[in-house]
């Protein structure tokens, strides 16, 4: 697998989005994504309790630890890349998590609208 280039969705480089836990598709702690990643785990989020109930409900259970793969679980507060069109079903079912401009991949735009993720940056 090879990586993308490390690109933000602002044009700048891409930053780290969380270490602890480990996050990205490489497990990097960036949302560096590649052509074998169908999923693009590239939105770089702050997590929510209403985003991880939401995501739970849709049957993607991010609170519950899978040990056999080293996850750890989320709670509210951690950062985490998740995958565009997750990202943006939430957003249209009114739960979306905060995004973290600079640590979300450029490839995220091939799904997301820049303007969408401005909406709901942080801070």
């Known amino acids: 697998m090879t990586p993308l280039p490390s690109r933000n969705v602002l044009g700048g480089p891409l930053h780290a989005c969380s270490l602890s836990p480990r996050t990205g598709f490489f497990r990097n702690g960036a949302c560096d994504t590649c052509e074998e990643d169908h999923g693009c785990h590239t ?46 079903e939430c957003v249209e079912g009114g739960v979306p998590a905060p995004v973290a401009l600079a640590a979300t991949h450029e490839r995220s735009l091939e799904i997301v609208p820049l303007e969408i993720l401005r909406q709901h940056a942080t801070a």
Not at 59 to 79: M, V
């Open 43 to 88: 939105v770089c989020v702050e997590v929510t309790e209403d985003f991880l109930e939401f995501s739970r409900a849709s049957g993607n259970d991010l609170s519950t630890p899978q040990t056999a793969y080293g996850f750890p679980g989320l709670k509210p507060g951690d950062r985490w890349c998740v995958c565009a069109a997750r990202w943006l």
